[in-house]
């Protein structure tokens, strides 16, 4: 889910000034991390984390490329995991504090989970209750939190709202009852996707009038992911006055913010290659080396239509183009964009704001060349990480 504006918008075909290795002499296609724009995200978290008591942790569901858990660390101070195999990378490459949540934990999973973890958060009482004796036996359990519902959610695409009606996604104040479970220490809301301050707001105005008389037993609370505070715009010293006042109010209570989409924004981008270009009567069809349904999902699930850098809106007149992926969907199709010259085959495009969302989603359906990865450098040196091949293809099924 992304609505971002371009940040350096360049005509296809034309070079990065000052870059030994621009965009167009980067293998395509190719997913690119931008370090200095990286940079800039966290210092954003450095500040959040210097003026508010609350700690932020990278959720490892929205941006999980282990290559740059090393500069991200040195702000953030751990890990949230959705599953017993993001643990596992967390624990490999990220260190510090391990939260785990999973709607439904596997039995099997669970003594790698109860060993490895500092926070666990369960979906569900019933959940809490069937692996509570095997916490219990744990030689060193991890504080033991609930999901809950806080009966609010700003999400208008239903996909994303974990808030919808009859939810499966956290436990509703009329479930929960007037005793918070025996152990339970912490509770875990997340209502949020790319959301301003105010949201925030109100979701702390919410959990307070729902589960108010649960705070004074807690320790701690995870507002989840979705503060989008390193987009244009968003009011980060609101964001900073609202956790203050609400620890203000609840001063036992540590803070614990989540994001994903917001340590990575607008730091990187899916570099492509016009592969055909075929002419309609309506639209001109760019056929690319990536595509929407095996690459960058999210365009189609939204949906949203992301940014080219040195596109424009379609005016009267204009030539209209329309980006089409290399599978064999026939909705493997984004549109529509105009450029400044016409396209041809052999020009490079560049989708905007590539990093959170896409690779951990992205697939080889169809066997479409699967993107590599790379990092371009804050002294414009450009080094690969992956790249994918054949065999990457076949063993996934086998």
């Not at 500040?47 to 008591?53: L, N, T, Y």
């Not at 809490?128 to 991890?142: A, N, T």
């Not at 244009?232 to 203000?248: P, R, S, T």
Request: charged letters at 20%.
């Amino acid at each position: 889910m992304k609505t971002s504006p371009p940040h350096s918008p360049l005509p296809p075909g034309v070079e990065t000034p000052g870059y030994p290795h621009s965009p167009f002499t980067i293998p395509s296609p190719c997913f690119v991390l931008e370090e200095a724009l990286l940079e800039e995200n966290l210092a954003v978290f450095e500040r959040v984390q210097h003026s508010a008591p609350v700690r932020v942790l990278l959720a490892l569901k929205g941006f999980s490329l282990f290559h740059s858990f090393p500069l991200i660390r040195k702000t953030l101070r751990g890990a949230s995991a959705s599953s017993l195999w993001e643990a596992q990378l967390a624990v490999e490459k990220f260190g510090g504090e391990l939260h785990v949540y999973s709607p439904a934990y596997r039995d099997e999973d669970m003594g790698w989970i109860l060993a490895n973890a500092s926070h666990i958060t369960f979906n569900s009482v019933s959940q809490w209750e069937r692996f509570r004796p095997l916490i219990g036996r744990s030689p060193s359990p991890p504080s033991v939190g609930l999901r809950i519902n806080p009966q609010y959610s700003p999400v208008e695409t239903a996909l994303y709202n974990p808030c919808q009606p009859s939810t499966r996604l956290g436990i509703s104040p009329e479930y929960l009852g007037n005793l918070l479970p025996e152990g339970v220490e912490g509770f875990l809301s997340h209502n949020l996707c790319e959301s301003d301050s105010y949201a925030l707001e109100k979701t702390l105005i919410n959990i307070e009038h729902f589960f108010g008389h649960f705070l004074p037993q807690l320790k701690w609370l995870n507002l989840g992911g979705g503060h989008l505070m390193t987009r244009q715009g968003y009011d980060v010293e609101h964001a900073i006055k609202v956790l203050k006042e609400f620890h203000n109010r609840h001063p036992h209570i540590e803070l614990i913010l989540e994001p994903g989409a917001a340590i990575v924004w607008e730091t990187g981008f899916l570099l492509s290659t016009v592969l055909d270009i075929i002419p309609t009567s309506d639209v001109t069809n760019v056929m690319l080396d990536v595509s929407f349904t095996a690459h960058m999902p999210d365009c189609l699930e939204m949906p949203y239509k992301p940014v080219i850098r040195g596109a424009h809106e379609p005016q009267q007149g204009e030539k209209v183009y329309r980006m089409g992926g290399s599978s064999c969907l026939a909705g493997d199709f984004l549109g529509d964009y105009a450029f400044s010259e016409d396209l041809s085959v052999g020009d490079r495009i560049i989708f905007e704001d590539m990093m959170h969302y896409t690779m951990v989603k992205s697939s080889m359906f169809n066997g479409v060349v699967h993107p590599s990865i790379g990092v371009l450098k804050k002294d414009g040196t450009f080094e690969m990480w992956r790249q994918f091949s054949y065999e990457d293809y076949r063993a996934r099924l086998g």
